[in-house]
């Protein structure tokens, strides 16, 4: 009979055939290029009298909308035909294998996420230097990784930039918003004269975007002109976003290739966050649970030092993560090694 009192550890790794699925995904998704929005879909004929004979793509973009037609091409197109049959193929097997690993325990985001990630990578900004932060990041680095924990569904889509996107154009924010066909509002700024720095959905849940950078005073409003947006500025958020890495993220039936803050930093700043969350609650305990299970995962399953990520945290920071040090105990009782780790790294850090 199992212990009443006996610890239970923060995450469960996946086994081999789980991380080579997941592996061969991403792979294909960065090799695809862009990715069809919505469902797969399929092809069909029209005709426009006068005009001629063309097909289209037939697909659902949201849940709850209406079924979509884009132009493909003329009939005749048998090269532009023969491109988007083999895109709809592709994006059915990515679909099956997303289910797959979803059945499995991975970290998948719902529809309406994908929808937006889909329209940030169709359009490069990720590969200009765009970031995906937040629980969305938190949930990608699980899969990364290897293991599985406990995560809450997030409605919201926080996007980072940390300096000018390496952009050759202008890509205006809310035109990329409002091309994924979702009702997206912007949302007022924190002051009757302050500009947006969020979009939203419609209804209480609705899904919300967010475009946040560094800046020393929370949620300032700073203008990213590439994006012809603001941004909230996050206090120490230019240690978060040193040297983002590739990765994906699993959402609705995509795998889309992002560009994630790196784990080690990400944790350390959480314990920042969660002390910064004056009258909520679950959200401060939230980035706690978070930065426990990316320190123990580092670790234990990376072999990662996470005092060199330390080391090169602010000040603020360092404080922070030592206010929650009796939490992150309990927390890492399971995993000692680590708690070891993260005591030895605050007590060496300036």
């Known amino acids: 009979m199992p212990r009443s009192d006996a ?74 035909y023969e491109a988007m049959e083999q895109a709809i193929e592709a994006a059915a097997w990515g679909q099956e294998q997303v289910r797959h690993l979803r059945h499995l325990g991975m970290q998948v985001a719902d529809k309406d996420v994908a929808r937006v990630l889909v329209e940030m990578h169709n359009r490069e900004l990720f590969g200009a230097g765009l970031v995906l932060v937040g629980t969305l990041a938190y949930m990608a680095w699980l899969n990364e990784l290897g293991v599985r924990a406990v995560t809450s569904r997030t409605q919201d889509v926080d996007l980072a930039v940390r300096k000018a996107l390496k952009l050759a154009a202008a890509v205006p924010f809310i035109e990329a918003m409002k091309a994924t066909r979702l009702d997206f509002s912007a949302i007022p700024g924190i002051s009757p004269k302050a500009p947006s720095t969020s979009v939203k959905r419609a209804g209480r849940a609705g899904l919300r975007v967010d475009l946040l950078t560094a800046g020393p005073r929370l949620g300032q409003a700073v203008p990213m002109r590439e994006l012809q947006w603001h941004a909230q500025a996050v206090p120490h ?114």
């Not at 610890?7 to 790794?13: C, G, N, R």
């Not at 005709?47 to 001629?52: A, K, M, T, V």
């Not at 969350?277 to 320190?295: I, N, S």
């Not at 399953?301 to 929650?324: C, F, G, I, K, S």
């Open 237 to 350: 958020f230019d240690y978060v976003l040193d040297s983002p890495r590739r990765a994906a993220v699993l959402a609705g039936g995509h795998c889309v290739p992002v560009r994630l803050p790196v784990p080690e930093r990400m944790a350390w700043h959480k314990l920042y966050s969660s002390t910064r969350r004056a009258g909520e609650a679950a959200k401060a305990e939230k980035d706690l649970l978070q930065a426990a299970t990316l320190l123990a995962v580092l670790v234990e399953r990376d072999n990662l030092d996470v005092a060199r990520a330390a080391a090169a945290a602010p000040t603020a920071v360092l404080a922070a993560a030592r206010r929650r040090l009796p939490s992150l105990r309990s927390l890492l009782a399971p995993h000692p090694q680590a708690l070891d780790q993260v005591i030895q790294a605050l007590s060496a850090a300036r």
């Open 7 to 80: 610890v239970v550890p923060l995450y469960i790794a996946f086994e081999g055939p789980v991380g080579s699925m997941y592996a061969e995904l991403v792979e294909r998704a960065r090799a695809q290029g862009s990715l069809l929005p919505g469902t797969p879909g399929s092809l069909a004929l029209r005709e426009r009298p006068g005009f001629g004979t063309y097909w289209y793509r037939r697909y659902y973009d949201s849940p709850g909308m209406p079924q979509v037609e884009d132009f493909v091409c003329r009939q005749d197109d048998r090269r532009a």
